[in-house]
């Protein structure tokens, strides 16, 4: 018998660099497959998937900002890349054979769907993947907030947050051998430590809604079903 996920709905936030890879800009189509193929075991599963990806491989509002440019122009350029990304990501899906719809919080007629709960909603149920881009439609917000927010919305299980890393570390694990991997973490500790996970406006409305955040290495093939499957890779933060 097929083992049986721990978990109903996700929503899934990957960083906009991890679809990077090593080419420093843009999207890397080799990665991109790779992540489709992970989504296409969790809906296989029966686990309903709700996915935000952020932007910061293309524009990032407040590197154009510091650049010169205007914030808001800016950050409307990072939301339109974050729909960049969702085609890509909505393309990789289909080639894989895993339906998928894109839907932005900035009405893109012709390209994607606009933002619609209710239709998100009912699309998860049906075993589709629901991509939400364009963030929150903002400007002074980031990609953190949305999958926060989103999942919210959805009622998700939890947020499962994609890093470089295997989770939240005592210190950079990168530049300290000896920095501790945590597996459970509250929220006040977080705040207490100063532990560095989402930005706080993205961490404290999952706080503020009892929303679980899973903090999980995206760059290991196969954590992402572990730990739907019950693994306990990662660092969750809940109450
Ligand atoms: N952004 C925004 N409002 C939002 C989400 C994103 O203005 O609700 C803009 C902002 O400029 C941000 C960019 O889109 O820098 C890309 O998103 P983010 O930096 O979160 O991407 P990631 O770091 O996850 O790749």
Redesign the pocket.
């Known amino acids: 018998t097929n083992p049986k996920p721990s978990y109903r709905r996700i929503l899934l936030k990957l ?3 991890a679809l990077m890879g090593d080419e420093g800009f843009g999207i890397d189509p080799k990665i991109l497959d790779r992540m489709a193929h992970e989504i296409k075991e969790l809906i296989e599963m029966g686990v309903q998937v709700g996915l935000v990806i ?4 293309l ?4 590197g154009l900002a510091e650049a010169g440019m205007n914030r808001v122009v ?2 409307q350029m ?2 339109l ?2 729909v960049m990304n969702g085609l890509a990501m909505r393309d990789a899906l289909h080639r894989a054979f895993v339906n998928a719809r894109l839907m932005s919080a900035i009405d893109l007629t012709g390209v994607c769907d606009s933002y619609n709960w209710a239709e998100a909603i009912s699309l998860l149920k049906s075993g589709r993947v629901v991509i939400f881009s364009a ?12 999958a926060c927010l989103r999942g919210i919305e959805i009622e998700a299980d939890a947020v499962f947050k994609g890093t470089k890393v295997d989770g939240i570390y005592s210190d950079d694990p990168v530049t300290n051998p000896d920095a501790e991997l945590y597996s459970k973490l509250s929220y006040s500790e977080i705040l207490d430590k100063e532990l560095k996970v989402m930005d706080l406006a993205a961490f404290t409305l999952a706080r503020d809604h009892s929303m679980p955040i899973r903090v999980f290495n995206m760059n290991r093939e196969g954590a992402l079903k572990s730990i739907i499957l019950g693994g306990s890779e990662g660092t969750v933060i809940d109450h």
């Open positions: 960083s906009g660099e952020g932007g910061g491989n524009f990032r509002g407040k800016g950050d990072g939301m890349a974050t963030g929150t439609g903002n400007p002074f917000f980031t990609t953190d907030s949305a």
